[in-house]
């Protein structure tokens, strides 16, 4: 089945009136007639869960959307009917930072992950910031090692907070590890990066994109560019 969805990743210091601007971007792509029907679902948070739903629920009505919030923070939640179902019907699921093992190991088999993974297939947007969107990846970046993720964006292992880690991190380091076949992205706090249904990558936001090509390539894109796995495709941003 062709994919009609958008898979935003956001590399940190989401849901800030800095980002208005950036999420509008990809907020407005699943927009119709009406206003989008938003979820936030804060499985990745180690705690006061309820707090940090409701403020991104809030941050999320400021960007002109019908947003809620469901406490699916463990696998049995993740599995009640009324919070899959009420992800199913809607056109923005939200998922906040936190702990990237939290969100793999309470979402992993459960029927939200599902529903995760049908919403890219139909006109929605599945919006994950740092921990979240290094979870949805096939690999994440945790204690120097790259566990399995969701395996929601195949083929690509996730580093957020990138412009405060990359110094300390060199390519050596960083790809050593990582299995063959994978791309390694870095992603700047404050930045976000669009998986488009044509699988090319979109970028916004204040920050930079880095994609490691190889050992000794790396490539850096910003605001308004593009850029395709299969090699580099940046472009002038639009005026």
């Known amino acids: 089945m ?14 800030k009136p800095e980002m208005r601007t ?5 907020v407005d792509l699943v927009r119709g007639q009406h206003r989008p029907r938003a979820v936030v679902i804060p499985v990745a948070a180690l705690e006061k ?4 739903a409701h403020e991104v629920t809030r941050y999320l009505r400021g960007l002109d959307t019908h947003a809620e ?3 699916v923070t463990n696998k049995s939640e993740a599995d009640a009917r009324d919070a899959y179902q009420t992800l199913d019907k809607v056109e923005i699921i939200a998922l906040p930072d936190g702990s990237p093992i939290r969100v793999v190991t309470e979402l992993r088999g459960t029927h939200t992950e599902k529903v995760l993974r049908q919403a890219l297939l139909r006109k929605a947007a599945v919006y994950a910031t740092a921990a979240s969107a290094m979870a949805l990846c096939e690999r994440y970046w945790f204690a120097h090692k790259w566990p399995h993720g969701l395996g929601l964006l195949p083929g690509v292992a ?3 907070h990138y412009n405060l880690v990359a110094g ?3 390519p050596t380091q960083l790809l050593a590890k990582l299995p063959e076949g994978l791309t390694l992205i870095g992603l700047d706090q404050q930045t976000n990066l669009i998986w488009r ?4 990558f979109e970028v916004h936001g204040q920050g930079t994109v880095t994609v490691y090509r190889s050992m000794m390539i790396q490539e850096h894109y910003g605001d308004g560019e593009t850029f395709s796995l299969e090699g580099p495709t940046q472009k002038t941003p639009d005026v």
């Open 69 to 71: 919030y469901k406490l």
């Open 49 to 52: 869960h309820q707090k940090l």
């Open 158 to 160: 996730l580093l957020p």
């Open 22 to 26: 950036a999420d509008r971007a990809w």
């Open 2 to 15: 062709t994919r009609k969805g958008y898979l935003i990743l956001n590399g940190g210091e989401a849901f």
């Open 168 to 170: 300390r991190l060199p």
């Open 197 to 200: 249904p044509d699988d090319v």
